[in-house]
Antibody
């Protein structure tokens, strides 16, 4: 079955960078889109960006364009998200998610989610 | 940026009642680029509806989605105890950014 297992909680200082991982199994990693979505406490989810597993193309939300990088390691079937210049406003749960597949087709829509990684940014 | 406005903010209903959730977009959204998610406390979002009207995996048929253009609706025909949660709509039209609505909380009356 599709599984996405994310790395553990992190505490960071303002100005630092973070790199989160999302280890996947149960599917052919290079065939699917992978998304990163974050959710601050009590807020709506916020889409950060995605990578096209087929051709490697990446798109980032304009809000994060200058400080986010999404990468993949196909051999390790793992996706990574790096975020730089952290501030307390980056305190959130960060999720990776894979594109959804029905019984007959696959879609861009995030449909399988990791368990989330809590990131706390505090001095 | 396409803004999604969800209403109502909170829906207080009893099990067995019908829930109607609205998601209105500031610009037209293609139906195949509109999704709904259910989220319970401490859990990741769960895909309820993709393509505006297709149910996600293991989503019961009491959930239905309709709409086009700027107005979309998620209906739960008869609420079960496990349906009480927050529901978000999501759009991903070609122009970034991808956006979520602020959510509708369906709570037990």
């Amino acid at each position: 079955q599709v599984q996405l297992v994310q790395s553990g909680a992190e505490v960071k200082k303002p100005g630092a960078s973070l790199k989160l991982s999302c280890k996947t199994s149960g599917f052919t990693f290079s065939s699917y889109s992978m998304h990163w979505v974050r959710q601050a406490p009590g807020q709506r989810p916020e889409w950060m960006g995605w990578v096209n597993g087929v051709n490697g193309a990446r798109n980032y939300s304009p809000k994060f364009q200058d400080r986010v990088t999404i990468t993949t390691d196909t051999t390790a079937t793992t996706a990574y998200m790096e975020l730089s210049s952290l501030s307390p406003e980056d305190t959130a749960v960060y999720y990776c998610a894979r594109g959804y597949c029905s019984s007959s087709d696959c879609f861009w829509t995030p449909g399988y989610w990791g368990q989330g990684t809590l990131v706390t940014v505090s001095s | 940026e396409i803004v999604l406005t969800q209403s109502p903010g909170t829906l207080s209903l009893s099990p067995g009642e019908r829930a109607t959730l609205s998601c209105r977009a500031s610009q037209s959204v293609s139906s195949n680029r509109l999704a709904w998610y259910q989220q319970k406390p401490g859990q990741a979002p769960r895909l309820v509806m993709y393509g505006a009207s297709s149910r996600g995996t293991a989503i019961p048929d009491r959930f239905s989605g309709t709409g086009s253009g700027t107005d979309f609706t998620l209906t739960i025909s008869r609420l079960e105890p496990e349906d009480f949660a927050v529901y978000y709509c999501l759009q991903f039209e070609n122009s970034l950014p991808v956006t979520f609505g602020a959510g509708t909380k369906v709570e037990i009356k």
